[in-house]
């Protein structure tokens, strides 16, 4: 668990600066030496602005009540009352843990998986429309390794689904793809591995890399926890390159995040993640995609975390490649006083474009100096943005721990 900071009133600011509820205007960082003292260095030794309070009066961030969202949720996502897929008459195919075998490696009707499920190395493992893969024990997850793909399109009417025997959340693993794509926690080839298996690798230099194909499918009752720290997402996505295609994908009530990026330049669009009790949408480790049309729902019968948690490298938060999405058109549909919509830290860059959040707590939370910076820098930057019922628009927390 990171420290959490203080975060400074707003009315700390009175005096010091005027702000315009509208100050997209404002394009400059704020002058260190406001005062005509000493320059400000977020230490607290000075009478001058710690840069938190800097970076909120710079504007940088605002609710300018343009923004309009992903619009309605789409016809094909299931929303917090749906009681989750079941399987309907016998199992077709029923597959044990291990890596697929050749005459394994193409699913339809109903599948009964066991285990930890691999797609091997120069594989491709095919899931025909309307298949609906059931885990039958916690254990349960399918992989895809490095240089192995998915081709899993299913359609509107008949979508590929992911389900558990028992219909709770945290009943089962999850998908996960790992590629070859660039990511800045690796070793000396630029590999890392994941929290699941420490056999497996993820990560490289092949950016264009390609996982093979995801559209129209939902992963249900996801985020078995192995460990005290480590629990399965919904779709996790491991160093996957750009030549991968994610595209229609639900998360729905998982215990862990609905859909993880660690780093990779895969792109997405029409993403969704209801009732998940971790954080809907999260990347980190230098992830450059570009995603569009994103949905959160959190309900508010359950737990949840962070609509979006945003990070670059805790160790580093200046590793490179940066953390740089650019997102476009999102929805966050919270639950009024508790939800925090965003929360972007370690260093994290990006471009956020057309953001609604509805009910919540906080709208945009920076953490970290590096990220603020990001901020003051145009490098993370937040245009078209609504918030409607959300309590603090943006707020900044730097990295000041003797700070009053």
Not at 10 to 23: E, H, M, N, R, W
Request: hydrophobic share 35%.
């Amino acid at each position: 668990m990171k420290k959490q900071f203080k975060t400074a009133a707003f009315i700390a600011l009175v005096g010091l600066f005027t702000i315009s509820c509208d100050s997209d205007d404002v394009t400059g960082p704020i002058d260190d030496n406001i005062n005509g003292d000493t320059p400000a260095d977020s230490t607290g030794t000075d009478d001058d602005a710690r840069l938190q309070d800097q970076a909120l009066a710079a504007g940088k961030i605002v609710s300018n009540g343009a923004g309009t969202g992903a619009g309605d949720l789409p016809s094909w996502a299931k929303g917090t009352d749906y009681a989750g897929t079941s399987v309907s008459g016998d199992f077709d195919l029923t597959i044990t843990a291990g890596d697929l075998a050749d005459n394994q490696l193409s699913w339809s009707g109903n599948v009964s998986i066991s285990g930890a499920v691999k797609v091997p190395a120069g594989k491709t493992l095919t899931i025909a429309e309307g298949t609906v893969i059931e885990a039958q024990a916690s254990d349960s997850y399918l992989m895809v390794l490095q240089d192995a793909k998915i081709d899993a399109q299913g359609t509107e009417e008949n979508m590929i689904v992911f389900t558990s025997k028992d219909k709770t959340p945290g009943a089962w693993g999850g998908l996960l793809l790992n590629g070859r794509a660039t990511i800045n926690n690796g070793d000396a080839n630029g590999e890392a591995s994941p929290e699941v298996d420490s056999n497996v690798t993820y990560g490289g230099t092949n950016d264009s890399d390609d996982s093979g194909i995801l559209t129209f499918v939902r992963v249900e009752f996801s985020g078995y926890k192995y460990g005290d720290e480590s629990e399965h997402n919904a779709f996790t996505f491991s160093g996957v390159g750009s030549g991968t295609e994610l595209s229609n994908l639900q998360a729905f009530k998982g215990t862990d995040d609905g859909l993880e990026w660690f780093g990779g330049t895969v792109s997405g669009e029409n993403l969704v993640s209801v009732g998940c009790e971790d954080d809907s949408f999260d990347w980190a480790h230098g992830y450059v995609g570009s995603l569009t049309n994103l949905w959160v729902i959190h309900d508010a019968s359950r737990s949840f975390d962070k609509g979006f948690e945003i990070d670059n490298n805790s160790k580093n938060n200046s590793a490179e490649p940066y953390t740089k999405a650019t997102v476009t058109n999102v929805t966050v549909e919270g639950v009024a006083g508790e939800t925090t919509a965003f929360r972007v830290r370690e260093g994290a860059k990006g471009n956020f474009i057309n953001v609604k959040v509805v009910n919540a707590k906080k709208g945009f939370d920076v953490h970290n100096d590096v990220t603020i910076n990001n901020v003051m820098n145009n490098e993370l930057t937040v245009s078209a943005y609504t918030a409607e019922s959300v309590d603090t628009e943006v707020a900044y927390v730097d990295d000041c721990e003797t700070c009053e």
